[in-house]
């Protein structure tokens, strides 16, 4: 009898074959070893796993990326009005020439590559342990890949209120570039920060932030992922939240043949707080997955995930969303919101909201839609004269403005309208 092949060790064992563990101190060798082993123990993901059934991994795990070709900027990078400490990666590797000081007031801030070649270092208590705290109840095999085998990222050890945001910028020149970056945050009690990240980043890219909330710390956390078409990215945030902790991460994605974002938050401490939410525009095969998942286990925690995606001739779209609500979570608070504005019938929204509650004092709720352009609404702004391109932009705007809304910071919210606006003008 012939053996049939198993698609998901052939995908393992091809990936991992021309991979090599990298260097480090005695902490960063352990955390990368047993995040190795977590790899081969659950394999890399296929599309028959429940949750990639609606997105084809396939991209994402072969042993070389699938080239993509830097486009030139068509208006100002992101971000670029806003004074911060901007960071620079090429291609997944750290530019200091290009980059500012490691220096800002209310943090330290260090690369990873450094950190790791020392025997004791905080990040040892957080390197790789939210991740695989976060494998449970879903595998999430390409972050465990992440933690075994990325050498660079940046090291955040937030002391105070800092005065301005940290930039993570990062910048695709090579056409097969395979970048992997492995970011940490940790914030002390009462300290604040605003992260933002921009930028294609790589043919083929694969991310990982690990983040620590302390007492009353917050982090605010805002990225936009765009331009090159052809790039294939994954991306993962681990939030852990302390008492009155506020973890807020909005995500602006335009074009990508394949994104995956996913998000795992734990509100462990009473009163905390957790936003997060997205806007997705895209054209033809774009395909833009958001999977999130949120346990509350203490107590008059509130948490709000809201997604919002508009595709277009053929494009397609998927809302994976759970809300855990552990026993003893009273007074939680949980919302969830997915939508999708379909601009033709080739494109599609494929959903899968989910509630888990194991507390009788809650008030959780979720919604999930998806349909075309409000005809009332078009007929409306027509008769006034507006012409038909420039009604059908502004009612999606306007169906993306409860996702901007989720922005803490206004000025940052109106730079990011102002690229969705761009977007469409250039796709009428």
């Known amino acids: 009898m012939i053996a049939r092949p198993n698609p998901r060790l052939q995908a393992t064992t091809s990936r991992l074959e021309g991979l090599t563990l990298p260097e480090g101190g005695s902490w960063a060798r352990a955390a990368r070893s047993a995040a190795l082993a977590r790899v081969e123990g659950m394999g890399l993901p296929v599309r028959r796993d429940e949750y990639w059934r609606f997105t084809d991994p396939q991209g994402l795990v072969t042993p070389e990326p699938m080239p993509a070709a830097p486009l030139p900027e068509e208006e100002a990078p992101a971000f670029a009005e806003v004074e911060a400490l901007r960071l620079v990666f090429v291609d997944g590797r750290f530019d200091p020439q290009a980059s500012d000081p490691l220096d800002l007031d209310g943090l330290e801030i260090e690369r990873l590559a450094d950190v790791a070649d020392r025997d004791i270092h905080w990040a040892q208590g957080l390197y790789g342990v939210l991740e695989s705290e976060g494998q449970n109840p879903v595998l999430r095999p390409l972050a465990a890949l992440n933690s075994a085998f990325a050498t660079d990222g940046i090291v955040i050890h937030v002391t105070g209120a800092v005065s301005r945001p940290v930039h993570l910028v990062y910048r695709h020149e090579a ?69 009155e902790a506020d973890f807020r991460s909005f995500t602006l994605t335009f074009n990508g043949v394949l994104t995956r974002n996913e998000a795992v938050v734990w509100l462990n401490g009473d009163r905390a707080v957790a936003h997060l939410a997205g806007a997705a525009v895209g054209d033809g095969d774009f395909h833009h997955d958001d999977t999130v998942f949120v346990t509350h286990a203490a107590e008059s925690c509130e948490s709000r995930q809201v997604f919002k995606k508009v595709l277009r001739n053929g494009a397609t779209g998927v809302f994976q969303g759970k809300i855990l609500v552990r026993a003893g979570a009273q007074k939680t608070d949980g919302y969830q919101l997915s939508q999708a504005l379909l601009l033709d019938e080739r494109s599609q929204f494929l959903a899968k909201p989910e509630l888990e509650i194991y507390a009788d004092d809650v008030k959780c709720s979720h919604g999930s839609t998806a349909g ?56 009428r």
């Open 372 to 427: 075309a352009i409000d005809e009332t609404a078009l007929f409306y702004l027509r008769s006034r004269g507006v012409p038909e391109s420039d009604a059908k932009d502004l009612l999606t705007l306007a169906f993306l403005r409860e996702a901007l809304q989720e922005i803490p910071d206004a000025r940052l919210a109106e730079d990011l309208a102002g690229r969705l606006e761009g977007w469409l003008a250039r796709r």
């Open 175 to 243: 056409a097969d570039s395979d970048a992997m970056l492995h970011h940490l945050v940790r914030v002390d009690a009462g300290a604040s920060l605003t992260l933002l990240e921009s930028g294609p980043a790589a043919a083929r890219f694969n991310s990982v932030v690990e983040v620590d909330l302390a007492e009353g710390a917050r982090l605010h956390h805002v990225r936009t992922q765009g331009r090159d078409h052809d790039r294939r990215t994954a991306t993962h945030i681990f939030a852990r939240l302390a008492d």
